[in-house]
């Protein structure tokens, strides 16, 4: 038989960090958010708006994801954009708008930190700590993660490979937090009628490769909201472990990333079409409760 | 809103070319490969061996993956391989074995065509015409198969965009014959951990953008044989008309792609698990029988 | 020292196919076609239009690019375009255009051939072939131009490695036929800028590995008129052999690529520009002439 | 004519940030690092090793290419390292090494910083601040360098678009700082013979879209020792307005990317080379001393 280039990754295994490796760890990690559990049999649902823009946008959008099944809430309120022009997110208001939320939902808050200086501020806010495609290898921000005792979401930089991932997975963990989700949110390639490439092939290369939870970005992934639910179906029939995504009670209004945000119609026939795949492929969605409840 | 610059392909319009777009003809096109319907609501497997070896090996695998429910055989007699002292195929012997192989089972036969001289000679054999990634920009041998009388499989080339694959499409209905799968089986990117990027979002940008059955590789898309059962499930869920997978009763042997081979047993379980899938998204497996039979 | 997994085409070898290796021949391989050498101290410059469109089209640019220097007229007759519906060059009709130029002012002509079925023709007129990007791995084709006692100009695929190329050349040395000149045009990348990313790492790299000369195209490699000037001259400093230009007497009002051909005076400019970098780098410009003259 | 997709970005404009923007300032800006100016008819020659490994090392390397004509002294003491387990560099203790040889060469130094709450320090040694590839998107360490008086060499992100590489230089002169130098240093692609694709095509694209200098990494563009030259030679040839290079007084004992550094034989040499370059080009080398001197 010919020797297959691909699986150096696999085989050779020395290339791959030790702690964030299956060889270390046969067991899945499970990462707790406030009792929702990621990485076991259960399919994990993160919705909510790409900004938090103002009251009325986040709660109504909270509200509704969380009656379609939703378990934990995402919203941004220190965005990285591209131009310095272009909204920059409402910063710790929009933390603590996130925090009222929380209270009356019940539903754990993952929200973005961009610098290092701010960590422990957002950290006082968030139940997970989301880390984006652009800060991936920042590597003193990843170090804060790793000293940080909440669970992290890292996001896979758009020009990482799946190693370079998961060597920035274990500056987290080589600070001694294994608490960390990984997400797979498109690569770029030269491919342009969709925003990024999503790389379905990265969820089971990860799941065989680490013990940590993936979970996948359809929005960010095609950046076309009408594509998001073949692919949020896809993520789930490879092996993903939950799907993060973007819902805007008004997307043609949103400040930012509108035309990849589900409007909430959309996302409640969406989870119902991904537990007949979760059911079809042995995962459930939705059974377990955020704890406050 | 923001405008999304990923939209003017789907918006624009006017850089899809008019037969193989759906603003054409809204109803989907059903591609008949001797009874068997592609484009409809059920779901077409192609499986068989990269390359026709011989006799034995391609006889078992055709038997075993019929009886596991595949509905149209594959099997190469030319090969194009990237080295000049690689195994080139069996020739027009290939093709020999392979009718004889569809007279006892019935599956109808797809093989690959690389040279416009033996178009009229492999079309004689086959009963759908291949026509691969290297050569999805070969504008004579399209044109051939615009004239020809077959269905014709066209791979995605590894570094076309969705737009220069519906073009070289176009060649082909421009000619005549509307009879035409498009095939996506991974693209070159910057990841080297899979052989190819499987880009699943090509199946739901195809079905919009055309009404051209589209059906997914996902052992050369992955080039990993464990992997090929997770990417298959995903690609039904995406939407994707059908699979064409390699299946080797003995890929340790193989002479070509064994890496990439599932074995018997692994197809027989995979085909188990894909109707689940198709279930799940309204779609079936293995219902029509070939005519012949 | 850390390893440099960049260094393993280069060390390892084995990949490198043995008739276009260096480590099978030391010495440079010189071109010749009909008098002009490539591969030595001259520098070669092959000039003229994308497509020839007309008598008068033809013979004014060729003559002007003579004046200037050129020392190969390219045109093409047959043109491999991305939709059915664009100009596919005049055929035959063409062939016979570039013969009658040739007569008058004796540069020898380089033209595309796309077909097996069209090869001898082509190369009844032709006095060097030139294999397409889009055919780089039209292996028939290839065999083709290995079994013909013409030089053939093979131009890298847009989404080829290094390596690829490299085999795609060993398809026609492995016939016998080692005037093969290499041709680097700039790849696909998600750069969206320029038309292609023209890889000048790629000419040291090929000089390293084989004895074939290796030229540079940088108007396909920028699809910029203004930009082919500044990426002639870094092909020249980056130890290129030669060039391939688009040069056009109207590129306004030029049929296909007008936006990268330069004019009869920007062409005329350049070469006195280029004159001085080969004296930087210790080679020549335009001493040979063609032995017809 | 056909209309050309590559010039959206020259004609569009729109898409390009104001403060960058040729359009916005016709006069080509000029840096200045201590009296060393950069954008102006000089090449600048900034040379050094990857890492400061020890008092040793730096000095000899200082003092051979100050010797050679290099103008700026590059030194990493903060390591952006994709493993953690990598060496991290020496931090302070670094800089204040830079610092005394600065003393003793009169060469500027710049360096790397990684880490908002280190930029005030690194800003105290440096004479010219590096945001890196890694960091290109890390807006709030760009917003500082926007609030700091001293130069800021900006690199390209591994896979940023020129126009995301403008936008990121943007935030910076949104701040107040126009003292801004961008840098080349190789883009990832699918190729794999380099460490990275080196784009000299963006160097006439951003001296035509902005009015900073623009200048090239060959190290890390290519990966290779053995390439640098030519790649050095070819950015002077395309327009750049000076180099940064590693270089290492024993490249085979370099803790970081020895295999990409020259010795300094190979740095005088290249110095050589790169005047004739410079003069074909009508350009000059060195002929400015640091003010210090």
């Given at each position: 038989?010919?020797?297959?280039?691909?699986?150096?990754?696999?085989?050779?295994?020395?290339?791959?960090?030790?702690?964030?490796?299956?060889?270390?760890?046969?067991?899945?990690?499970?990462?707790?958010?406030?009792?929702?559990?990621?990485?076991?049999?259960?399919?994990?649902?993160?919705?909510?708006?790409?900004?938090?823009?103002?009251?009325?946008?986040?709660?109504?959008?909270?509200?509704?994801?969380?009656?379609?099944?939703?378990?934990?809430?995402?919203?941004?309120?220190?965005?990285?954009?591209?131009?310095?022009?272009?909204?920059?997110?409402?910063?710790?208001?929009?933390?603590?708008?996130?925090?009222?939320?929380?209270?009356?939902?019940?539903?754990?808050?993952?929200?973005?930190?961009?610098?290092?200086?701010?960590?422990?501020?957002?950290?006082?806010?968030?139940?997970?700590?989301?880390?984006?495609?652009?800060?991936?290898?920042?590597?003193?921000?990843?170090?804060?993660?790793?000293?940080?005792?909440?669970?992290?979401?890292?996001?896979?930089?758009?020009?990482?490979?799946?190693?370079?991932?998961?060597?920035?997975?274990?500056?987290?963990?080589?600070?001694?937090?294994?608490?960390?989700?990984?997400?797979?949110?498109?690569?770029?390639?030269?491919?342009?009628?969709?925003?990024?490439?999503?790389?379905?092939?990265?969820?089971?290369?990860?799941?065989?490769?680490?013990?940590?939870?993936?979970?996948?970005?359809?929005?960010?992934?095609?950046?076309?909201?009408?594509?998001?639910?073949?692919?949020?179906?896809?993520?789930?029939?490879a092996g993903a472990d939950g799907l993060i995504m973007e819902v805007h009670y008004k997307p043609e209004e949103a400040i930012c990333d509108g035309y990849q945000s589900l409007d909430l119609n959309e996302f409640g026939q969406l989870m119902a079409d991904l537990k007949k795949i979760a059911i079809a492929v042995g995962r459930e969605i939705s059974l377990t409760k955020p704890s406050h409840v």
């Amino acid at each position: 038989m010919e020797t297959n280039p691909c699986n150096k990754l696999i085989n050779g295994g020395s290339s791959i960090p030790s702690k964030v490796s299956r060889k270390t760890n046969q067991e899945n990690t499970i990462v707790n958010i406030k009792g929702v559990q990621a990485g076991g049999s259960e399919i994990i649902i993160i919705a909510g708006p790409c900004a938090v823009e103002s009251r009325e946008q986040l709660f109504e959008t909270a509200r509704s994801v969380k009656s379609d099944g939703a378990n934990i809430l995402r919203g941004g309120a220190f965005k990285p954009r591209t131009s310095p022009y272009n909204f920059q997110g409402l910063g710790e208001d929009g933390l603590k708008l996130l925090g009222i939320i929380r209270e009356e939902t019940g539903l754990p808050i993952v929200t973005e930190v961009m610098d290092t200086r701010q960590f422990e501020m957002v950290a006082s806010y968030a139940d997970m700590i989301q880390i984006g495609s652009r800060n991936m290898q920042n590597y003193p921000l990843l170090k804060e993660a790793g000293m940080c005792r909440k669970p992290v979401l890292l996001k896979r930089g758009m020009m990482a490979t799946v190693e370079e991932f998961l060597l920035a997975a274990e500056y987290i963990l080589s600070q001694g937090n294994d608490q960390v989700i990984l997400c797979e949110r498109g690569i770029r390639t030269f491919e342009t009628s969709t925003r990024n490439t999503l790389d379905l092939s990265a969820v089971p290369m990860l799941k065989r490769l680490s013990h940590l939870p993936v979970i996948v970005d359809p929005s960010h992934g095609t950046g076309l909201r009408w594509m998001v639910p073949a692919m949020a179906k896809a993520a789930i029939a490879a092996g993903a472990d939950g799907l993060i995504m973007e819902v805007h009670y008004k997307p043609e209004e949103a400040i930012c990333d509108g035309y990849q945000s589900l409007d909430l119609n959309e996302f409640g026939q969406l989870m119902a079409d991904l537990k007949k795949i979760a059911i079809a492929v042995g995962r459930e969605i939705s059974l377990t409760k955020p704890s406050h409840v």
